[in-house]
């Protein structure tokens, strides 16, 4: 039970650098597993990065680790994604989701873990 909304995304050429927000609105945010997803138009919804634990575990995608960085304030209700080396194969619309129980902790990498979603922002890399 936790609102989430994204902010960030926009227009960046290749190689350049982003990083989005996502904040949290409720009281048990430190409960929730914190997940990126991106869907390009036409493509499914493709699982980014996960940070799971307070202690900070983290999962990333195959296509973005070393690029891409996951992490969280608890103490702010906030979740971020610092994009570097942005390719153009990474525009998409990124949404924030939070997901808290059995499923999300031990397959965090699935959408169907995650009961609450953002609305996105949109990510844009071209030259």
């Known amino acids: 039970q936790v609102q989430l909304v994204e902010s960030g995304g926009g227009l960046v050429q290749p190689g350049g650098s982003l990083r989005l927000s996502c904040a949290a609105s409720?009281?048990?945010?430190?409960?929730?597993?914190m997940g990126w997803f991106r869907q390009a138009p036409g493509k499914e919804r493709e699982f980014v990065a996960t940070?799971?634990?307070?202690?900070?575990?983290?999962y990333y995608s195959d296509s973005v680790k070393g690029r891409f960085t996951i992490s969280r304030d608890n103490a702010k209700n906030m979740v971020y994604l610092q994009m570097n080396n942005l390719k153009p194969e990474d525009t998409a619309l990124y949404y924030c989701?939070?997901?808290?129980?059995?499923?999300?902790?031990?397959?965090?990498?699935?959408?169907?873990?995650?009961?609450?979603w953002g609305q996105g922002t949109q990510v844009t890399v071209s030259s």
């Open positions: 409720g009281r048990t945010f430190s409960q929730y597993a």
């Open positions: 940070v799971v634990l307070s202690a900070g575990t983290t």
């Open positions: 989701a939070a997901g808290r129980g059995a499923q999300v902790a031990v397959l965090p990498t699935l959408p169907k873990g995650y009961d609450n």
